[in-house]
């Protein structure tokens, strides 16, 4: 009942801590004209437009696809816009997905962004309630209770964190798009860098940056004619699960490990280690590497921290997680989503430049949101499925 | 494509304030009626899809405190857009396509209440150079009244007709929050609110939700031997700032309906999201309906206007009609936007 | 000749009347009591505090209440060293998730009494109210949790609430 689709065309912007270059409409326009460009297409040629963001809030705009629709060339055409809190990027694409695997339309521009510098995320994630005193800090806030408790569970050292945090900004000094380019960086930095929320240190934590990342959805009729190779969906899988609830396994939710059981079944995988060639997964705070390493089946619960430690995951181990730099070097909040499917999609397509993990042929591409209940994951592959 | 029918619907009794009810508590009986109503075994739901706005709240994420109305236990498929929850359905009518599942829950909710929508709305446009002018949405739908009425030849009673007529259908529909025996001379006598729109002419403020459960395949027949098919569904979006469409029309709609194949067959009733009298009038003749159709039997959004449901109850209430009053072929529509910007059409048959 | 303008300020303010629906008033009522009450589910039996009307892994509404204690386990937490809000404690200031004796859910809330560094998981804690003639509508009723000077619970005993 399903359609072949594929990613023929892929653009995104330079991302910063404030583009004041271009508008909102400008910087989602970058991101779409590149991704028409690598396919070699024009605005007319799309059918469908989708795009994704997180909270309105964040930069003051009520259902901003309504006055982007010029922008993304989507007047006269349907256009949907998706909303899934961080996980927000990988739904959309996985919203647009469907649109050409039922057959509905052939060629989907799919789009997601934030502009940090326009808005105030912090002030968004804490908008005060009445009746209650404010009390999370912002995003780092909520996660750092949680991964406090997974070093607990793990009895992981301490210094985890601060290897990933170091692993993704090296990654990002190959990775020209990359908001973070931080040259010296090294554990000695991130140890020294300040303390925000305890474990967590700032350099451990995601920068604020305005970003866009566009890719259009091809049909296998279009993908067998794009000028560059597709990279194949394989597999798409969501799962949501209630931010509180009596026994929640908050460190290992179950909806992540329901929807990666998904997305392997649907994509032939049984090993994920071995079987990807490489996973761009959705790692704002350093720490989420080793929890998501177990989460997603990487290793056996409690050692994920073990396969950080031995370099399994860096660019040149045996499963490099976000080489692109990941969520830790570049995060345009509703973006970052669609940017780690996109970075998968490019290592099977051979287009991820300096970062390209050599003959990589099937990625993982993950993204996560609201208290970790949010997940959305797609494999892509350099063959057809 | 798959035939996918409409299996229940549920709404609730809308109020122009809930001052008790937060959103969950307003949502959950709702979806729980829905779902009864359609015979689905509530764990058995293959993807779940919702539609709200967080601006109406004051605060972000208020789908994510929706899902506690829904049971997300073991984990659920489930999405959202910050639109409409016609568009939600739309998702689910997609997802669905796949194959693997085989029924969907849909639902939206607003509770507009608690700030003002007309003003929450202004900022819907354009950051830089409309917003900060603060137009609000009822001057905006002032303008296009006017541009309407001139451009067509009808006149300020020809709305105050549609807006009579609505109040005084919403009088047998339960769940409606305004209504009243009123004729057009009685909106007619009404001071304008902005001109030529008259408080008759406007949405009343609503707190409410609404459900519907969609089904496909082997499912429907065991459900019920009395679906609703969506034979058609499409939707549309115009360019945003107003200066550069014809107010008088909406393109976007005539679009839409052709695609979901409405002018296919004789249709017997429509339900459009008109917030505004006139809207009605632009969408029956995008829609290109004809004297013969029933408008709005529900009241419309003239009855009541929860905001990001009130499309999707325009769906509810056209299946109701083919459910259960004996229509065959129905119409229904979802708007958004400023001045109908973006639109969504639904054909539904018996 | 001037330079181009690259950014504009466009305040906006929207004023909101909020009510704090069924659920949350009557647990706002308890706090004005000096009481601190969950609500059970029918289904599951868990105990939710704070109360939200339903239980979101059954979706059935939740009306029995529960008074629970105001003693109870620190499960995790982090030390917050940013100053975000002028609402907010003076930093460095501790928030955990505070499991109550006779809840099944953590309530988020600040930890005082005790250095920072000194902080642990397992702390046994318990409720320091605001001076009775301050109390509101509010979860700021509770001031915050210091501690009882009990031994630190064992982690099994809410390794399951993390």
């Known amino acids: 009942m399903s359609e072949r689709a594929a990613v023929v065309g892929v653009g995104q912007t330079q991302h910063k801590s404030a583009r004041s270059d271009v508008s909102i409409a400008g910087l989602v326009r970058e991101a779409a004209q590149g991704a028409l460009d690598d396919a070699a297409m024009t605005w007319s040629d799309i059918d469908a437009v989708v795009i994704g963001k997180a909270p309105d809030m964040f930069e003051g705009i009520v259902m901003p696809e309504l006055y982007l629709a010029d922008a993304l060339g989507a007047a006269g055409k349907p256009m949907m816009r998706v909303h899934t809190a961080g996980s927000v990027g990988g739904s959309t694409a996985i919203v647009a997905a469907g649109l050409v695997e039922a057959g509905i339309h052939e060629r989907v521009l799919t789009v997601a962004f934030e502009k940090q510098s326009e808005s105030d995320a912090m002030w968004g994630l804490t908008v005060s309630q009445p009746f209650q005193a404010p009390l999370v800090a912002g995003a780092g806030g ?9 070093m607990r569970r793990s009895n992981a050292p301490d210094h985890i964190g601060m290897l990933v945090a170091v692993k993704d900004r090296k990654n990002a000094l190959r990775n020209p798009r990359a908001h973070l380019h931080l040259t010296d960086i090294d554990l000695k930095m991130v140890e020294e860098s300040p303390m925000l929320w305890e474990p967590l240190r700032y350099l451990e934590a995601c920068p604020s940056s305005d970003g866009a990342c566009a890719i259009v959805l091809g049909s296998e009729k279009v993908a067998d004619a794009a000028p560059n190779p597709p990279a194949w969906i394989h597999g798409t899988a969501m799962r949501s699960e209630p931010t509180i609830f009596a026994g929640r396994d908050q460190v290992n939710p179950q909806a992540g490990r329901d929807c990666a059981a998904d997305v392997y079944k649907q994509a032939g995988v049984t090993d994920p280690r071995r079987d990807f060639d490489a ?3 959705y790692v704002p705070f350093s720490w989420y590497e080793p929890m998501w390493l177990e989460n997603l089946g990487f290793c056996e619960e409690g050692e994920g921290w073990k396969l950080t430690e031995d370099g399994a995951t860096a660019f040149e181990g045996d499963i490099p997680w976000n080489p692109s730099g990941g969520v830790l070097s570049s995060n345009p909040i509703g973006a970052s989503g669609l940017i780690r499917f996109t970075e998968a999609a490019q290592q099977v397509r051979g287009m991820a430049g300096d970062y390209q993990v050599d003959g990589a042929r099937r990625a993982l591409g993950h993204a996560y949101g609201g208290g970790s209940q949010f997940f959305s994951m797609w494999v892509v592959g350099s063959e057809k499925p | 494509m798959r035939d996918v029918a409409i299996v229940g619907f549920a709404q609730s009794k809308h109020l122009a304030a809930d001052t ?4 969950v508590e307003i949502l959950m009986p709702v979806v729980a009626e829905a779902i009864e109503r359609s015979g689905v075994d509530r764990k058995s739901i293959g993807f779940t899809c919702s539609g709200s706005c967080d601006y109406l709240i004051g605060a972000p994420f208020s789908f994510v405190q929706a899902l506690d109305a829904v049971g997300a236990w073991p984990p659920i498929q489930e999405s959202h857009v910050e639109m409409d929850a016609a568009w939600a359905l739309y998702e689910a009518w997609v997802r669905l396509q796949h194959g693997d599942l085989d029924s ?7 509770k507009t209440s608690m700030g003002d929508v007309t003003e929450i709305m202004t900022l819907q446009l354009d950051p830089y150079y409309l917003a900060p002018l603060w137009p609000d949405t009822v001057s905006l739908a002032a303008l296009q009244a006017r541009a309407y009425l001139e451009a067509s030849g009808k006149s300020e009673r020809d709305t105050a007709e549609v807006a009579a007529r609505s109040s005084r259908d919403a009088a047998s529909n339960r769940n409606a929050v305004r209504s009243g025996d009123k004729s057009a001379d009685d909106v007619l006598a009404e001071s304008p609110v902005v001109s030529p729109l008259r408080p008759s002419d406007c949405p009343p403020v609503t707190d409410g939700a609404a459900a519907v459960i969609l089904a496909a ?14 034979r ?17 029309q909406s393109r976007s709609t005539r679009a839409a309906a052709e695609k979901a194949g409405v002018s296919t067959g004789k249709i017997d009733v429509a339900e459009v999201h008109a917030q505004y009298s006139h809207e009605e009038l632009i969408l029956s003749d995008a829609l290109g309906l004809t004297n013969g159709v029933t408008m709005n039997p529900s009241g419309g959004a003239l009855g009541a206007n929860p905001v990001m449901a009130t499309g999707l109850i325009r769906v509810g209430e056209a299946a109701s009609r083919i459910a259960s009053d004996g229509a065959s072929r129905a119409v229904a529509h979802a708007a958004q936007g400023p001045c109908l910007q973006q639109n969504l059409v639904c054909v539904l048959e018996g | 000749m001037s330079e181009p303008v690259t950014v504009m300020n466009a305040p906006i303010r929207l004023d909101f009347e909020i009510g704090a629906g069924t659920a949350q008033s009557r647990y706002l009522k308890g706090l004005m009591e000096g009481k601190i009450r969950g609500q059970r589910c029918p289904v599951c039996k868990k105990v939710y505090l704070p109360p939200r009307g339903s239980c979101p892994t059954d979706g059935v509404p939740t009306e029995e209440e529960v008074e629970v204690a105001e003693t109870g386990t620190v499960t995790t937490f982090c030390v917050v060293n940013i100053a975000f809000s002028d609402r907010a404690p003076e930093v460095p200031y501790v928030c955990g998730q505070v499991l109550l004796d006779g809840a099944d859910t953590a309530l988020l809330a600040l930890v005082a009494g005790i250095k920072a560094e000194e902080c642990r998981m397992g702390l046994r804690v318990k409720a320091v109210w605001m001076p009775r003639d301050e109390w509101k509508y509010s979860s700021e009723n509770i001031k915050w949790f ?15 609430y993390l």
């Open chain 2, 104 to 110: 969907a829950l849909v639902y939206g909710f607003g």
């Open chain 2, 20 to 23: 008790h009810r937060n959103e």
């Open chain 2, 232 to 248: 058609g569904i499409a939707h549309n979006v115009e360019p945003h700032s107003i200066g550069t469409r014809d107010l008088a």
């Open chain 1, 279 to 281: 996973a761009e997964v």
């Open chain 3, 146 to 160: 210091e501690p009882t000077g009990e031994p630190d619970a064992d982690y099994d005993t809410y390794k399951e």
């Open chain 1, 142 to 150: 909520y996660f750092a209770p949680i991964i406090r408790a997974y």
């Open chain 2, 217 to 230: 395949g082997d499912l429907v027949p065991r459900l019920t031997d009395r679906p609703v098919w969506i």
